[in-house]
């Protein structure tokens, strides 16, 4: 009898309600945080590996850069004729050597049949051997610069990274090849990637040769020169070995799962893989897991002791909570954090709703920034523009000022997309507008209002302002002097502008147009051309100056 009443009680059936809801909750909101947890932790980790991975790849690329040039600037100044004269030809590159011996294996030239004709420093068995077996060798007497497979040398029995340019004569005939042999070991190459090593051991850096498909070097040494895995055992380097660069978790030919980040160093075709195992990356999230677990444990513990006391405790963080919420969602507040009463079950339920608002007001706040800034360069937008312009031009009005606006357009930009394709003309534009930003005063307003348009609004001009926007623009105009860098490449461009002067009277409606007009002028007039026009208080321009 007492038993059944018991089972029938209205407490009982509350206790074990209430027990089933929270163990319910727990679940939930175990899974829901672990998964949280577990993306967002991801996520920041393979930021941190790709950052790591872009490092060290920015520092191999620098290095092999380095050499290039070197070996191209001691290929151009070799007289041709000293081909045929090796005693001459071993003291003229003994001179050159000495001066950069940035060749840890030596400096070798060979001739248009890849036989080895001098050498510095002078090493065993070089001097008389053919190279014309060799690709690096090949590709230099094929007129192309050539990083070489990573390979044990032959006159320096260790690996090595060969790097080779073409000699040309007087007429541009390929007449030999100047090679330099750098020991992978060599100080100050492959430093940053050979002394990482990040978690256990199969965490670290490598550097891959996807056209040679081996292991050019390694954090761990027994990796160095060895085949890549095999097509199928890791999906994650299979899509790299075909040119994916980013990042991705994966499980690697030793069936370890990690995070890798992939990052290209152009000047040689290889690129760099930074990796760390999961269980290292997200050793935290399971030390939170075992963390909720208990704590789960000792909740369920409570509510069965303390029963009424501990329901009413339970529930009345819910009730602020909720109000807390009404008056937010009513309008009646701000989007403001909800207060947390306790780390129990409802604690971590409000504070994972107080990370997902943060997340929410940071959307807001980026949803704004990009109706005002232009989502490829990162400056003000046409919409920006127009706002600062008219207040500048209120401005002008009160002081008496000037306000000047240059309008300017690139020039030969569409061929570089026709060309090279929209990821260069965009990588065209950041380099631009990274060149055209160091100008700005911190009181101007550098916008980007169209694909390849960008306008200057200059404030607050006193003076000769005539002459100061003509200065700008002629800053401008040689900023683009120097050849853009997109993908090796050099890249022209040139730019048009485009000059209205205003003294606070027009509307910025009649001030864009009137430089947006002198703009196209310019540019019929030609390349790097500046045209300037001074707009009445009617919004008629004035042509001054070209």
Known sequence: MKRHRLFNSIVTRLLVLGLGIVVLTMGVLYATLTRFMREDM??????????????????????????????????????????????????????????????????????????????????????????ADRDYIQGALQGRITVGKAIIGRAVPEPIVPIAVPIRDARGVVVGALAGITPLSDPGFLDLLLQSRIGTASGGLLLISPRDGIFVASSQPDMVLKPTPPPGVNPLHDRAMAGYRGTGITVNAKGVEEISAMVSVPSADWFVVARLPTHVAFASVQSTQRFLLKAFALVLLAYVLCSALGLFLLFRPVFNAAAHARRMSRGRGPFAPLPVARRDEIGYLIMAFNRLLARFNDKQAELARMAHYDALTGLPNRALLYDRLQQVLAQARRR???????????????????????????????????????????????????????????????????????????????????????????????????????????????????????????KAAGRNQHELVRVAEAGHPALLDR
């Open 42 to 131: 991801a996520s920041v980790v393979a930021s941190q590996q790709l950052a790591l991975a872009r490092y060290v790849a920015s520092d191999v690329d620098q290095k092999i850069v380095e050499r290039i040039l070197l070996l191209e600037q001691l290929a151009v100044t070799l007289p041709a004729p000293l081909l045929r004269q090796p005693p001459g030809l071993q003291r003229w590159l003994q001179q050159r050597y000495e001066m950069q011996p940035l060749f840890k294996g030596g400096i070798f030239i060979a001739d248009a049949r890849g036989v080895a004709r001098a050498d510095s420093p002078v090493l065993p068995g070089r001097l008389g051997a053919n190279y």
């Open 400 to 522: 008496g000022s000037q306000v000047g606006l240059l309008y300017m357009d690139l020039d030969d930009f569409k061929r570089i997309n026709d060309t090279q394709g929209h990821e260069a003309g965009d990588e065209a534009l950041r380099q631009t507008a990274g060149r055209f930003s160091a100008i700005v005063r911190e009181t101007d307003t550098l916008a980007r209002v169209g694909g390849d348009e960008f306008v200057l609004l200059l404030a607050d001009l006193e003076g000769d302002a005539e002459a100061a926007v003509l200065r700008v623009a002629q800053k401008y105009i040689e900023a683009l002097e120097t050849p853009l860098q997109i993908a090796g490449m050099d890249c022209h461009l040139g730019v048009s502008i485009g000059i209205a002067l205003g003294e606070g009277e027009q509307t910025a409606d009649a001030l864009m147009q009137a430089a947006d007009q002198a703009m196209y002028r310019a």
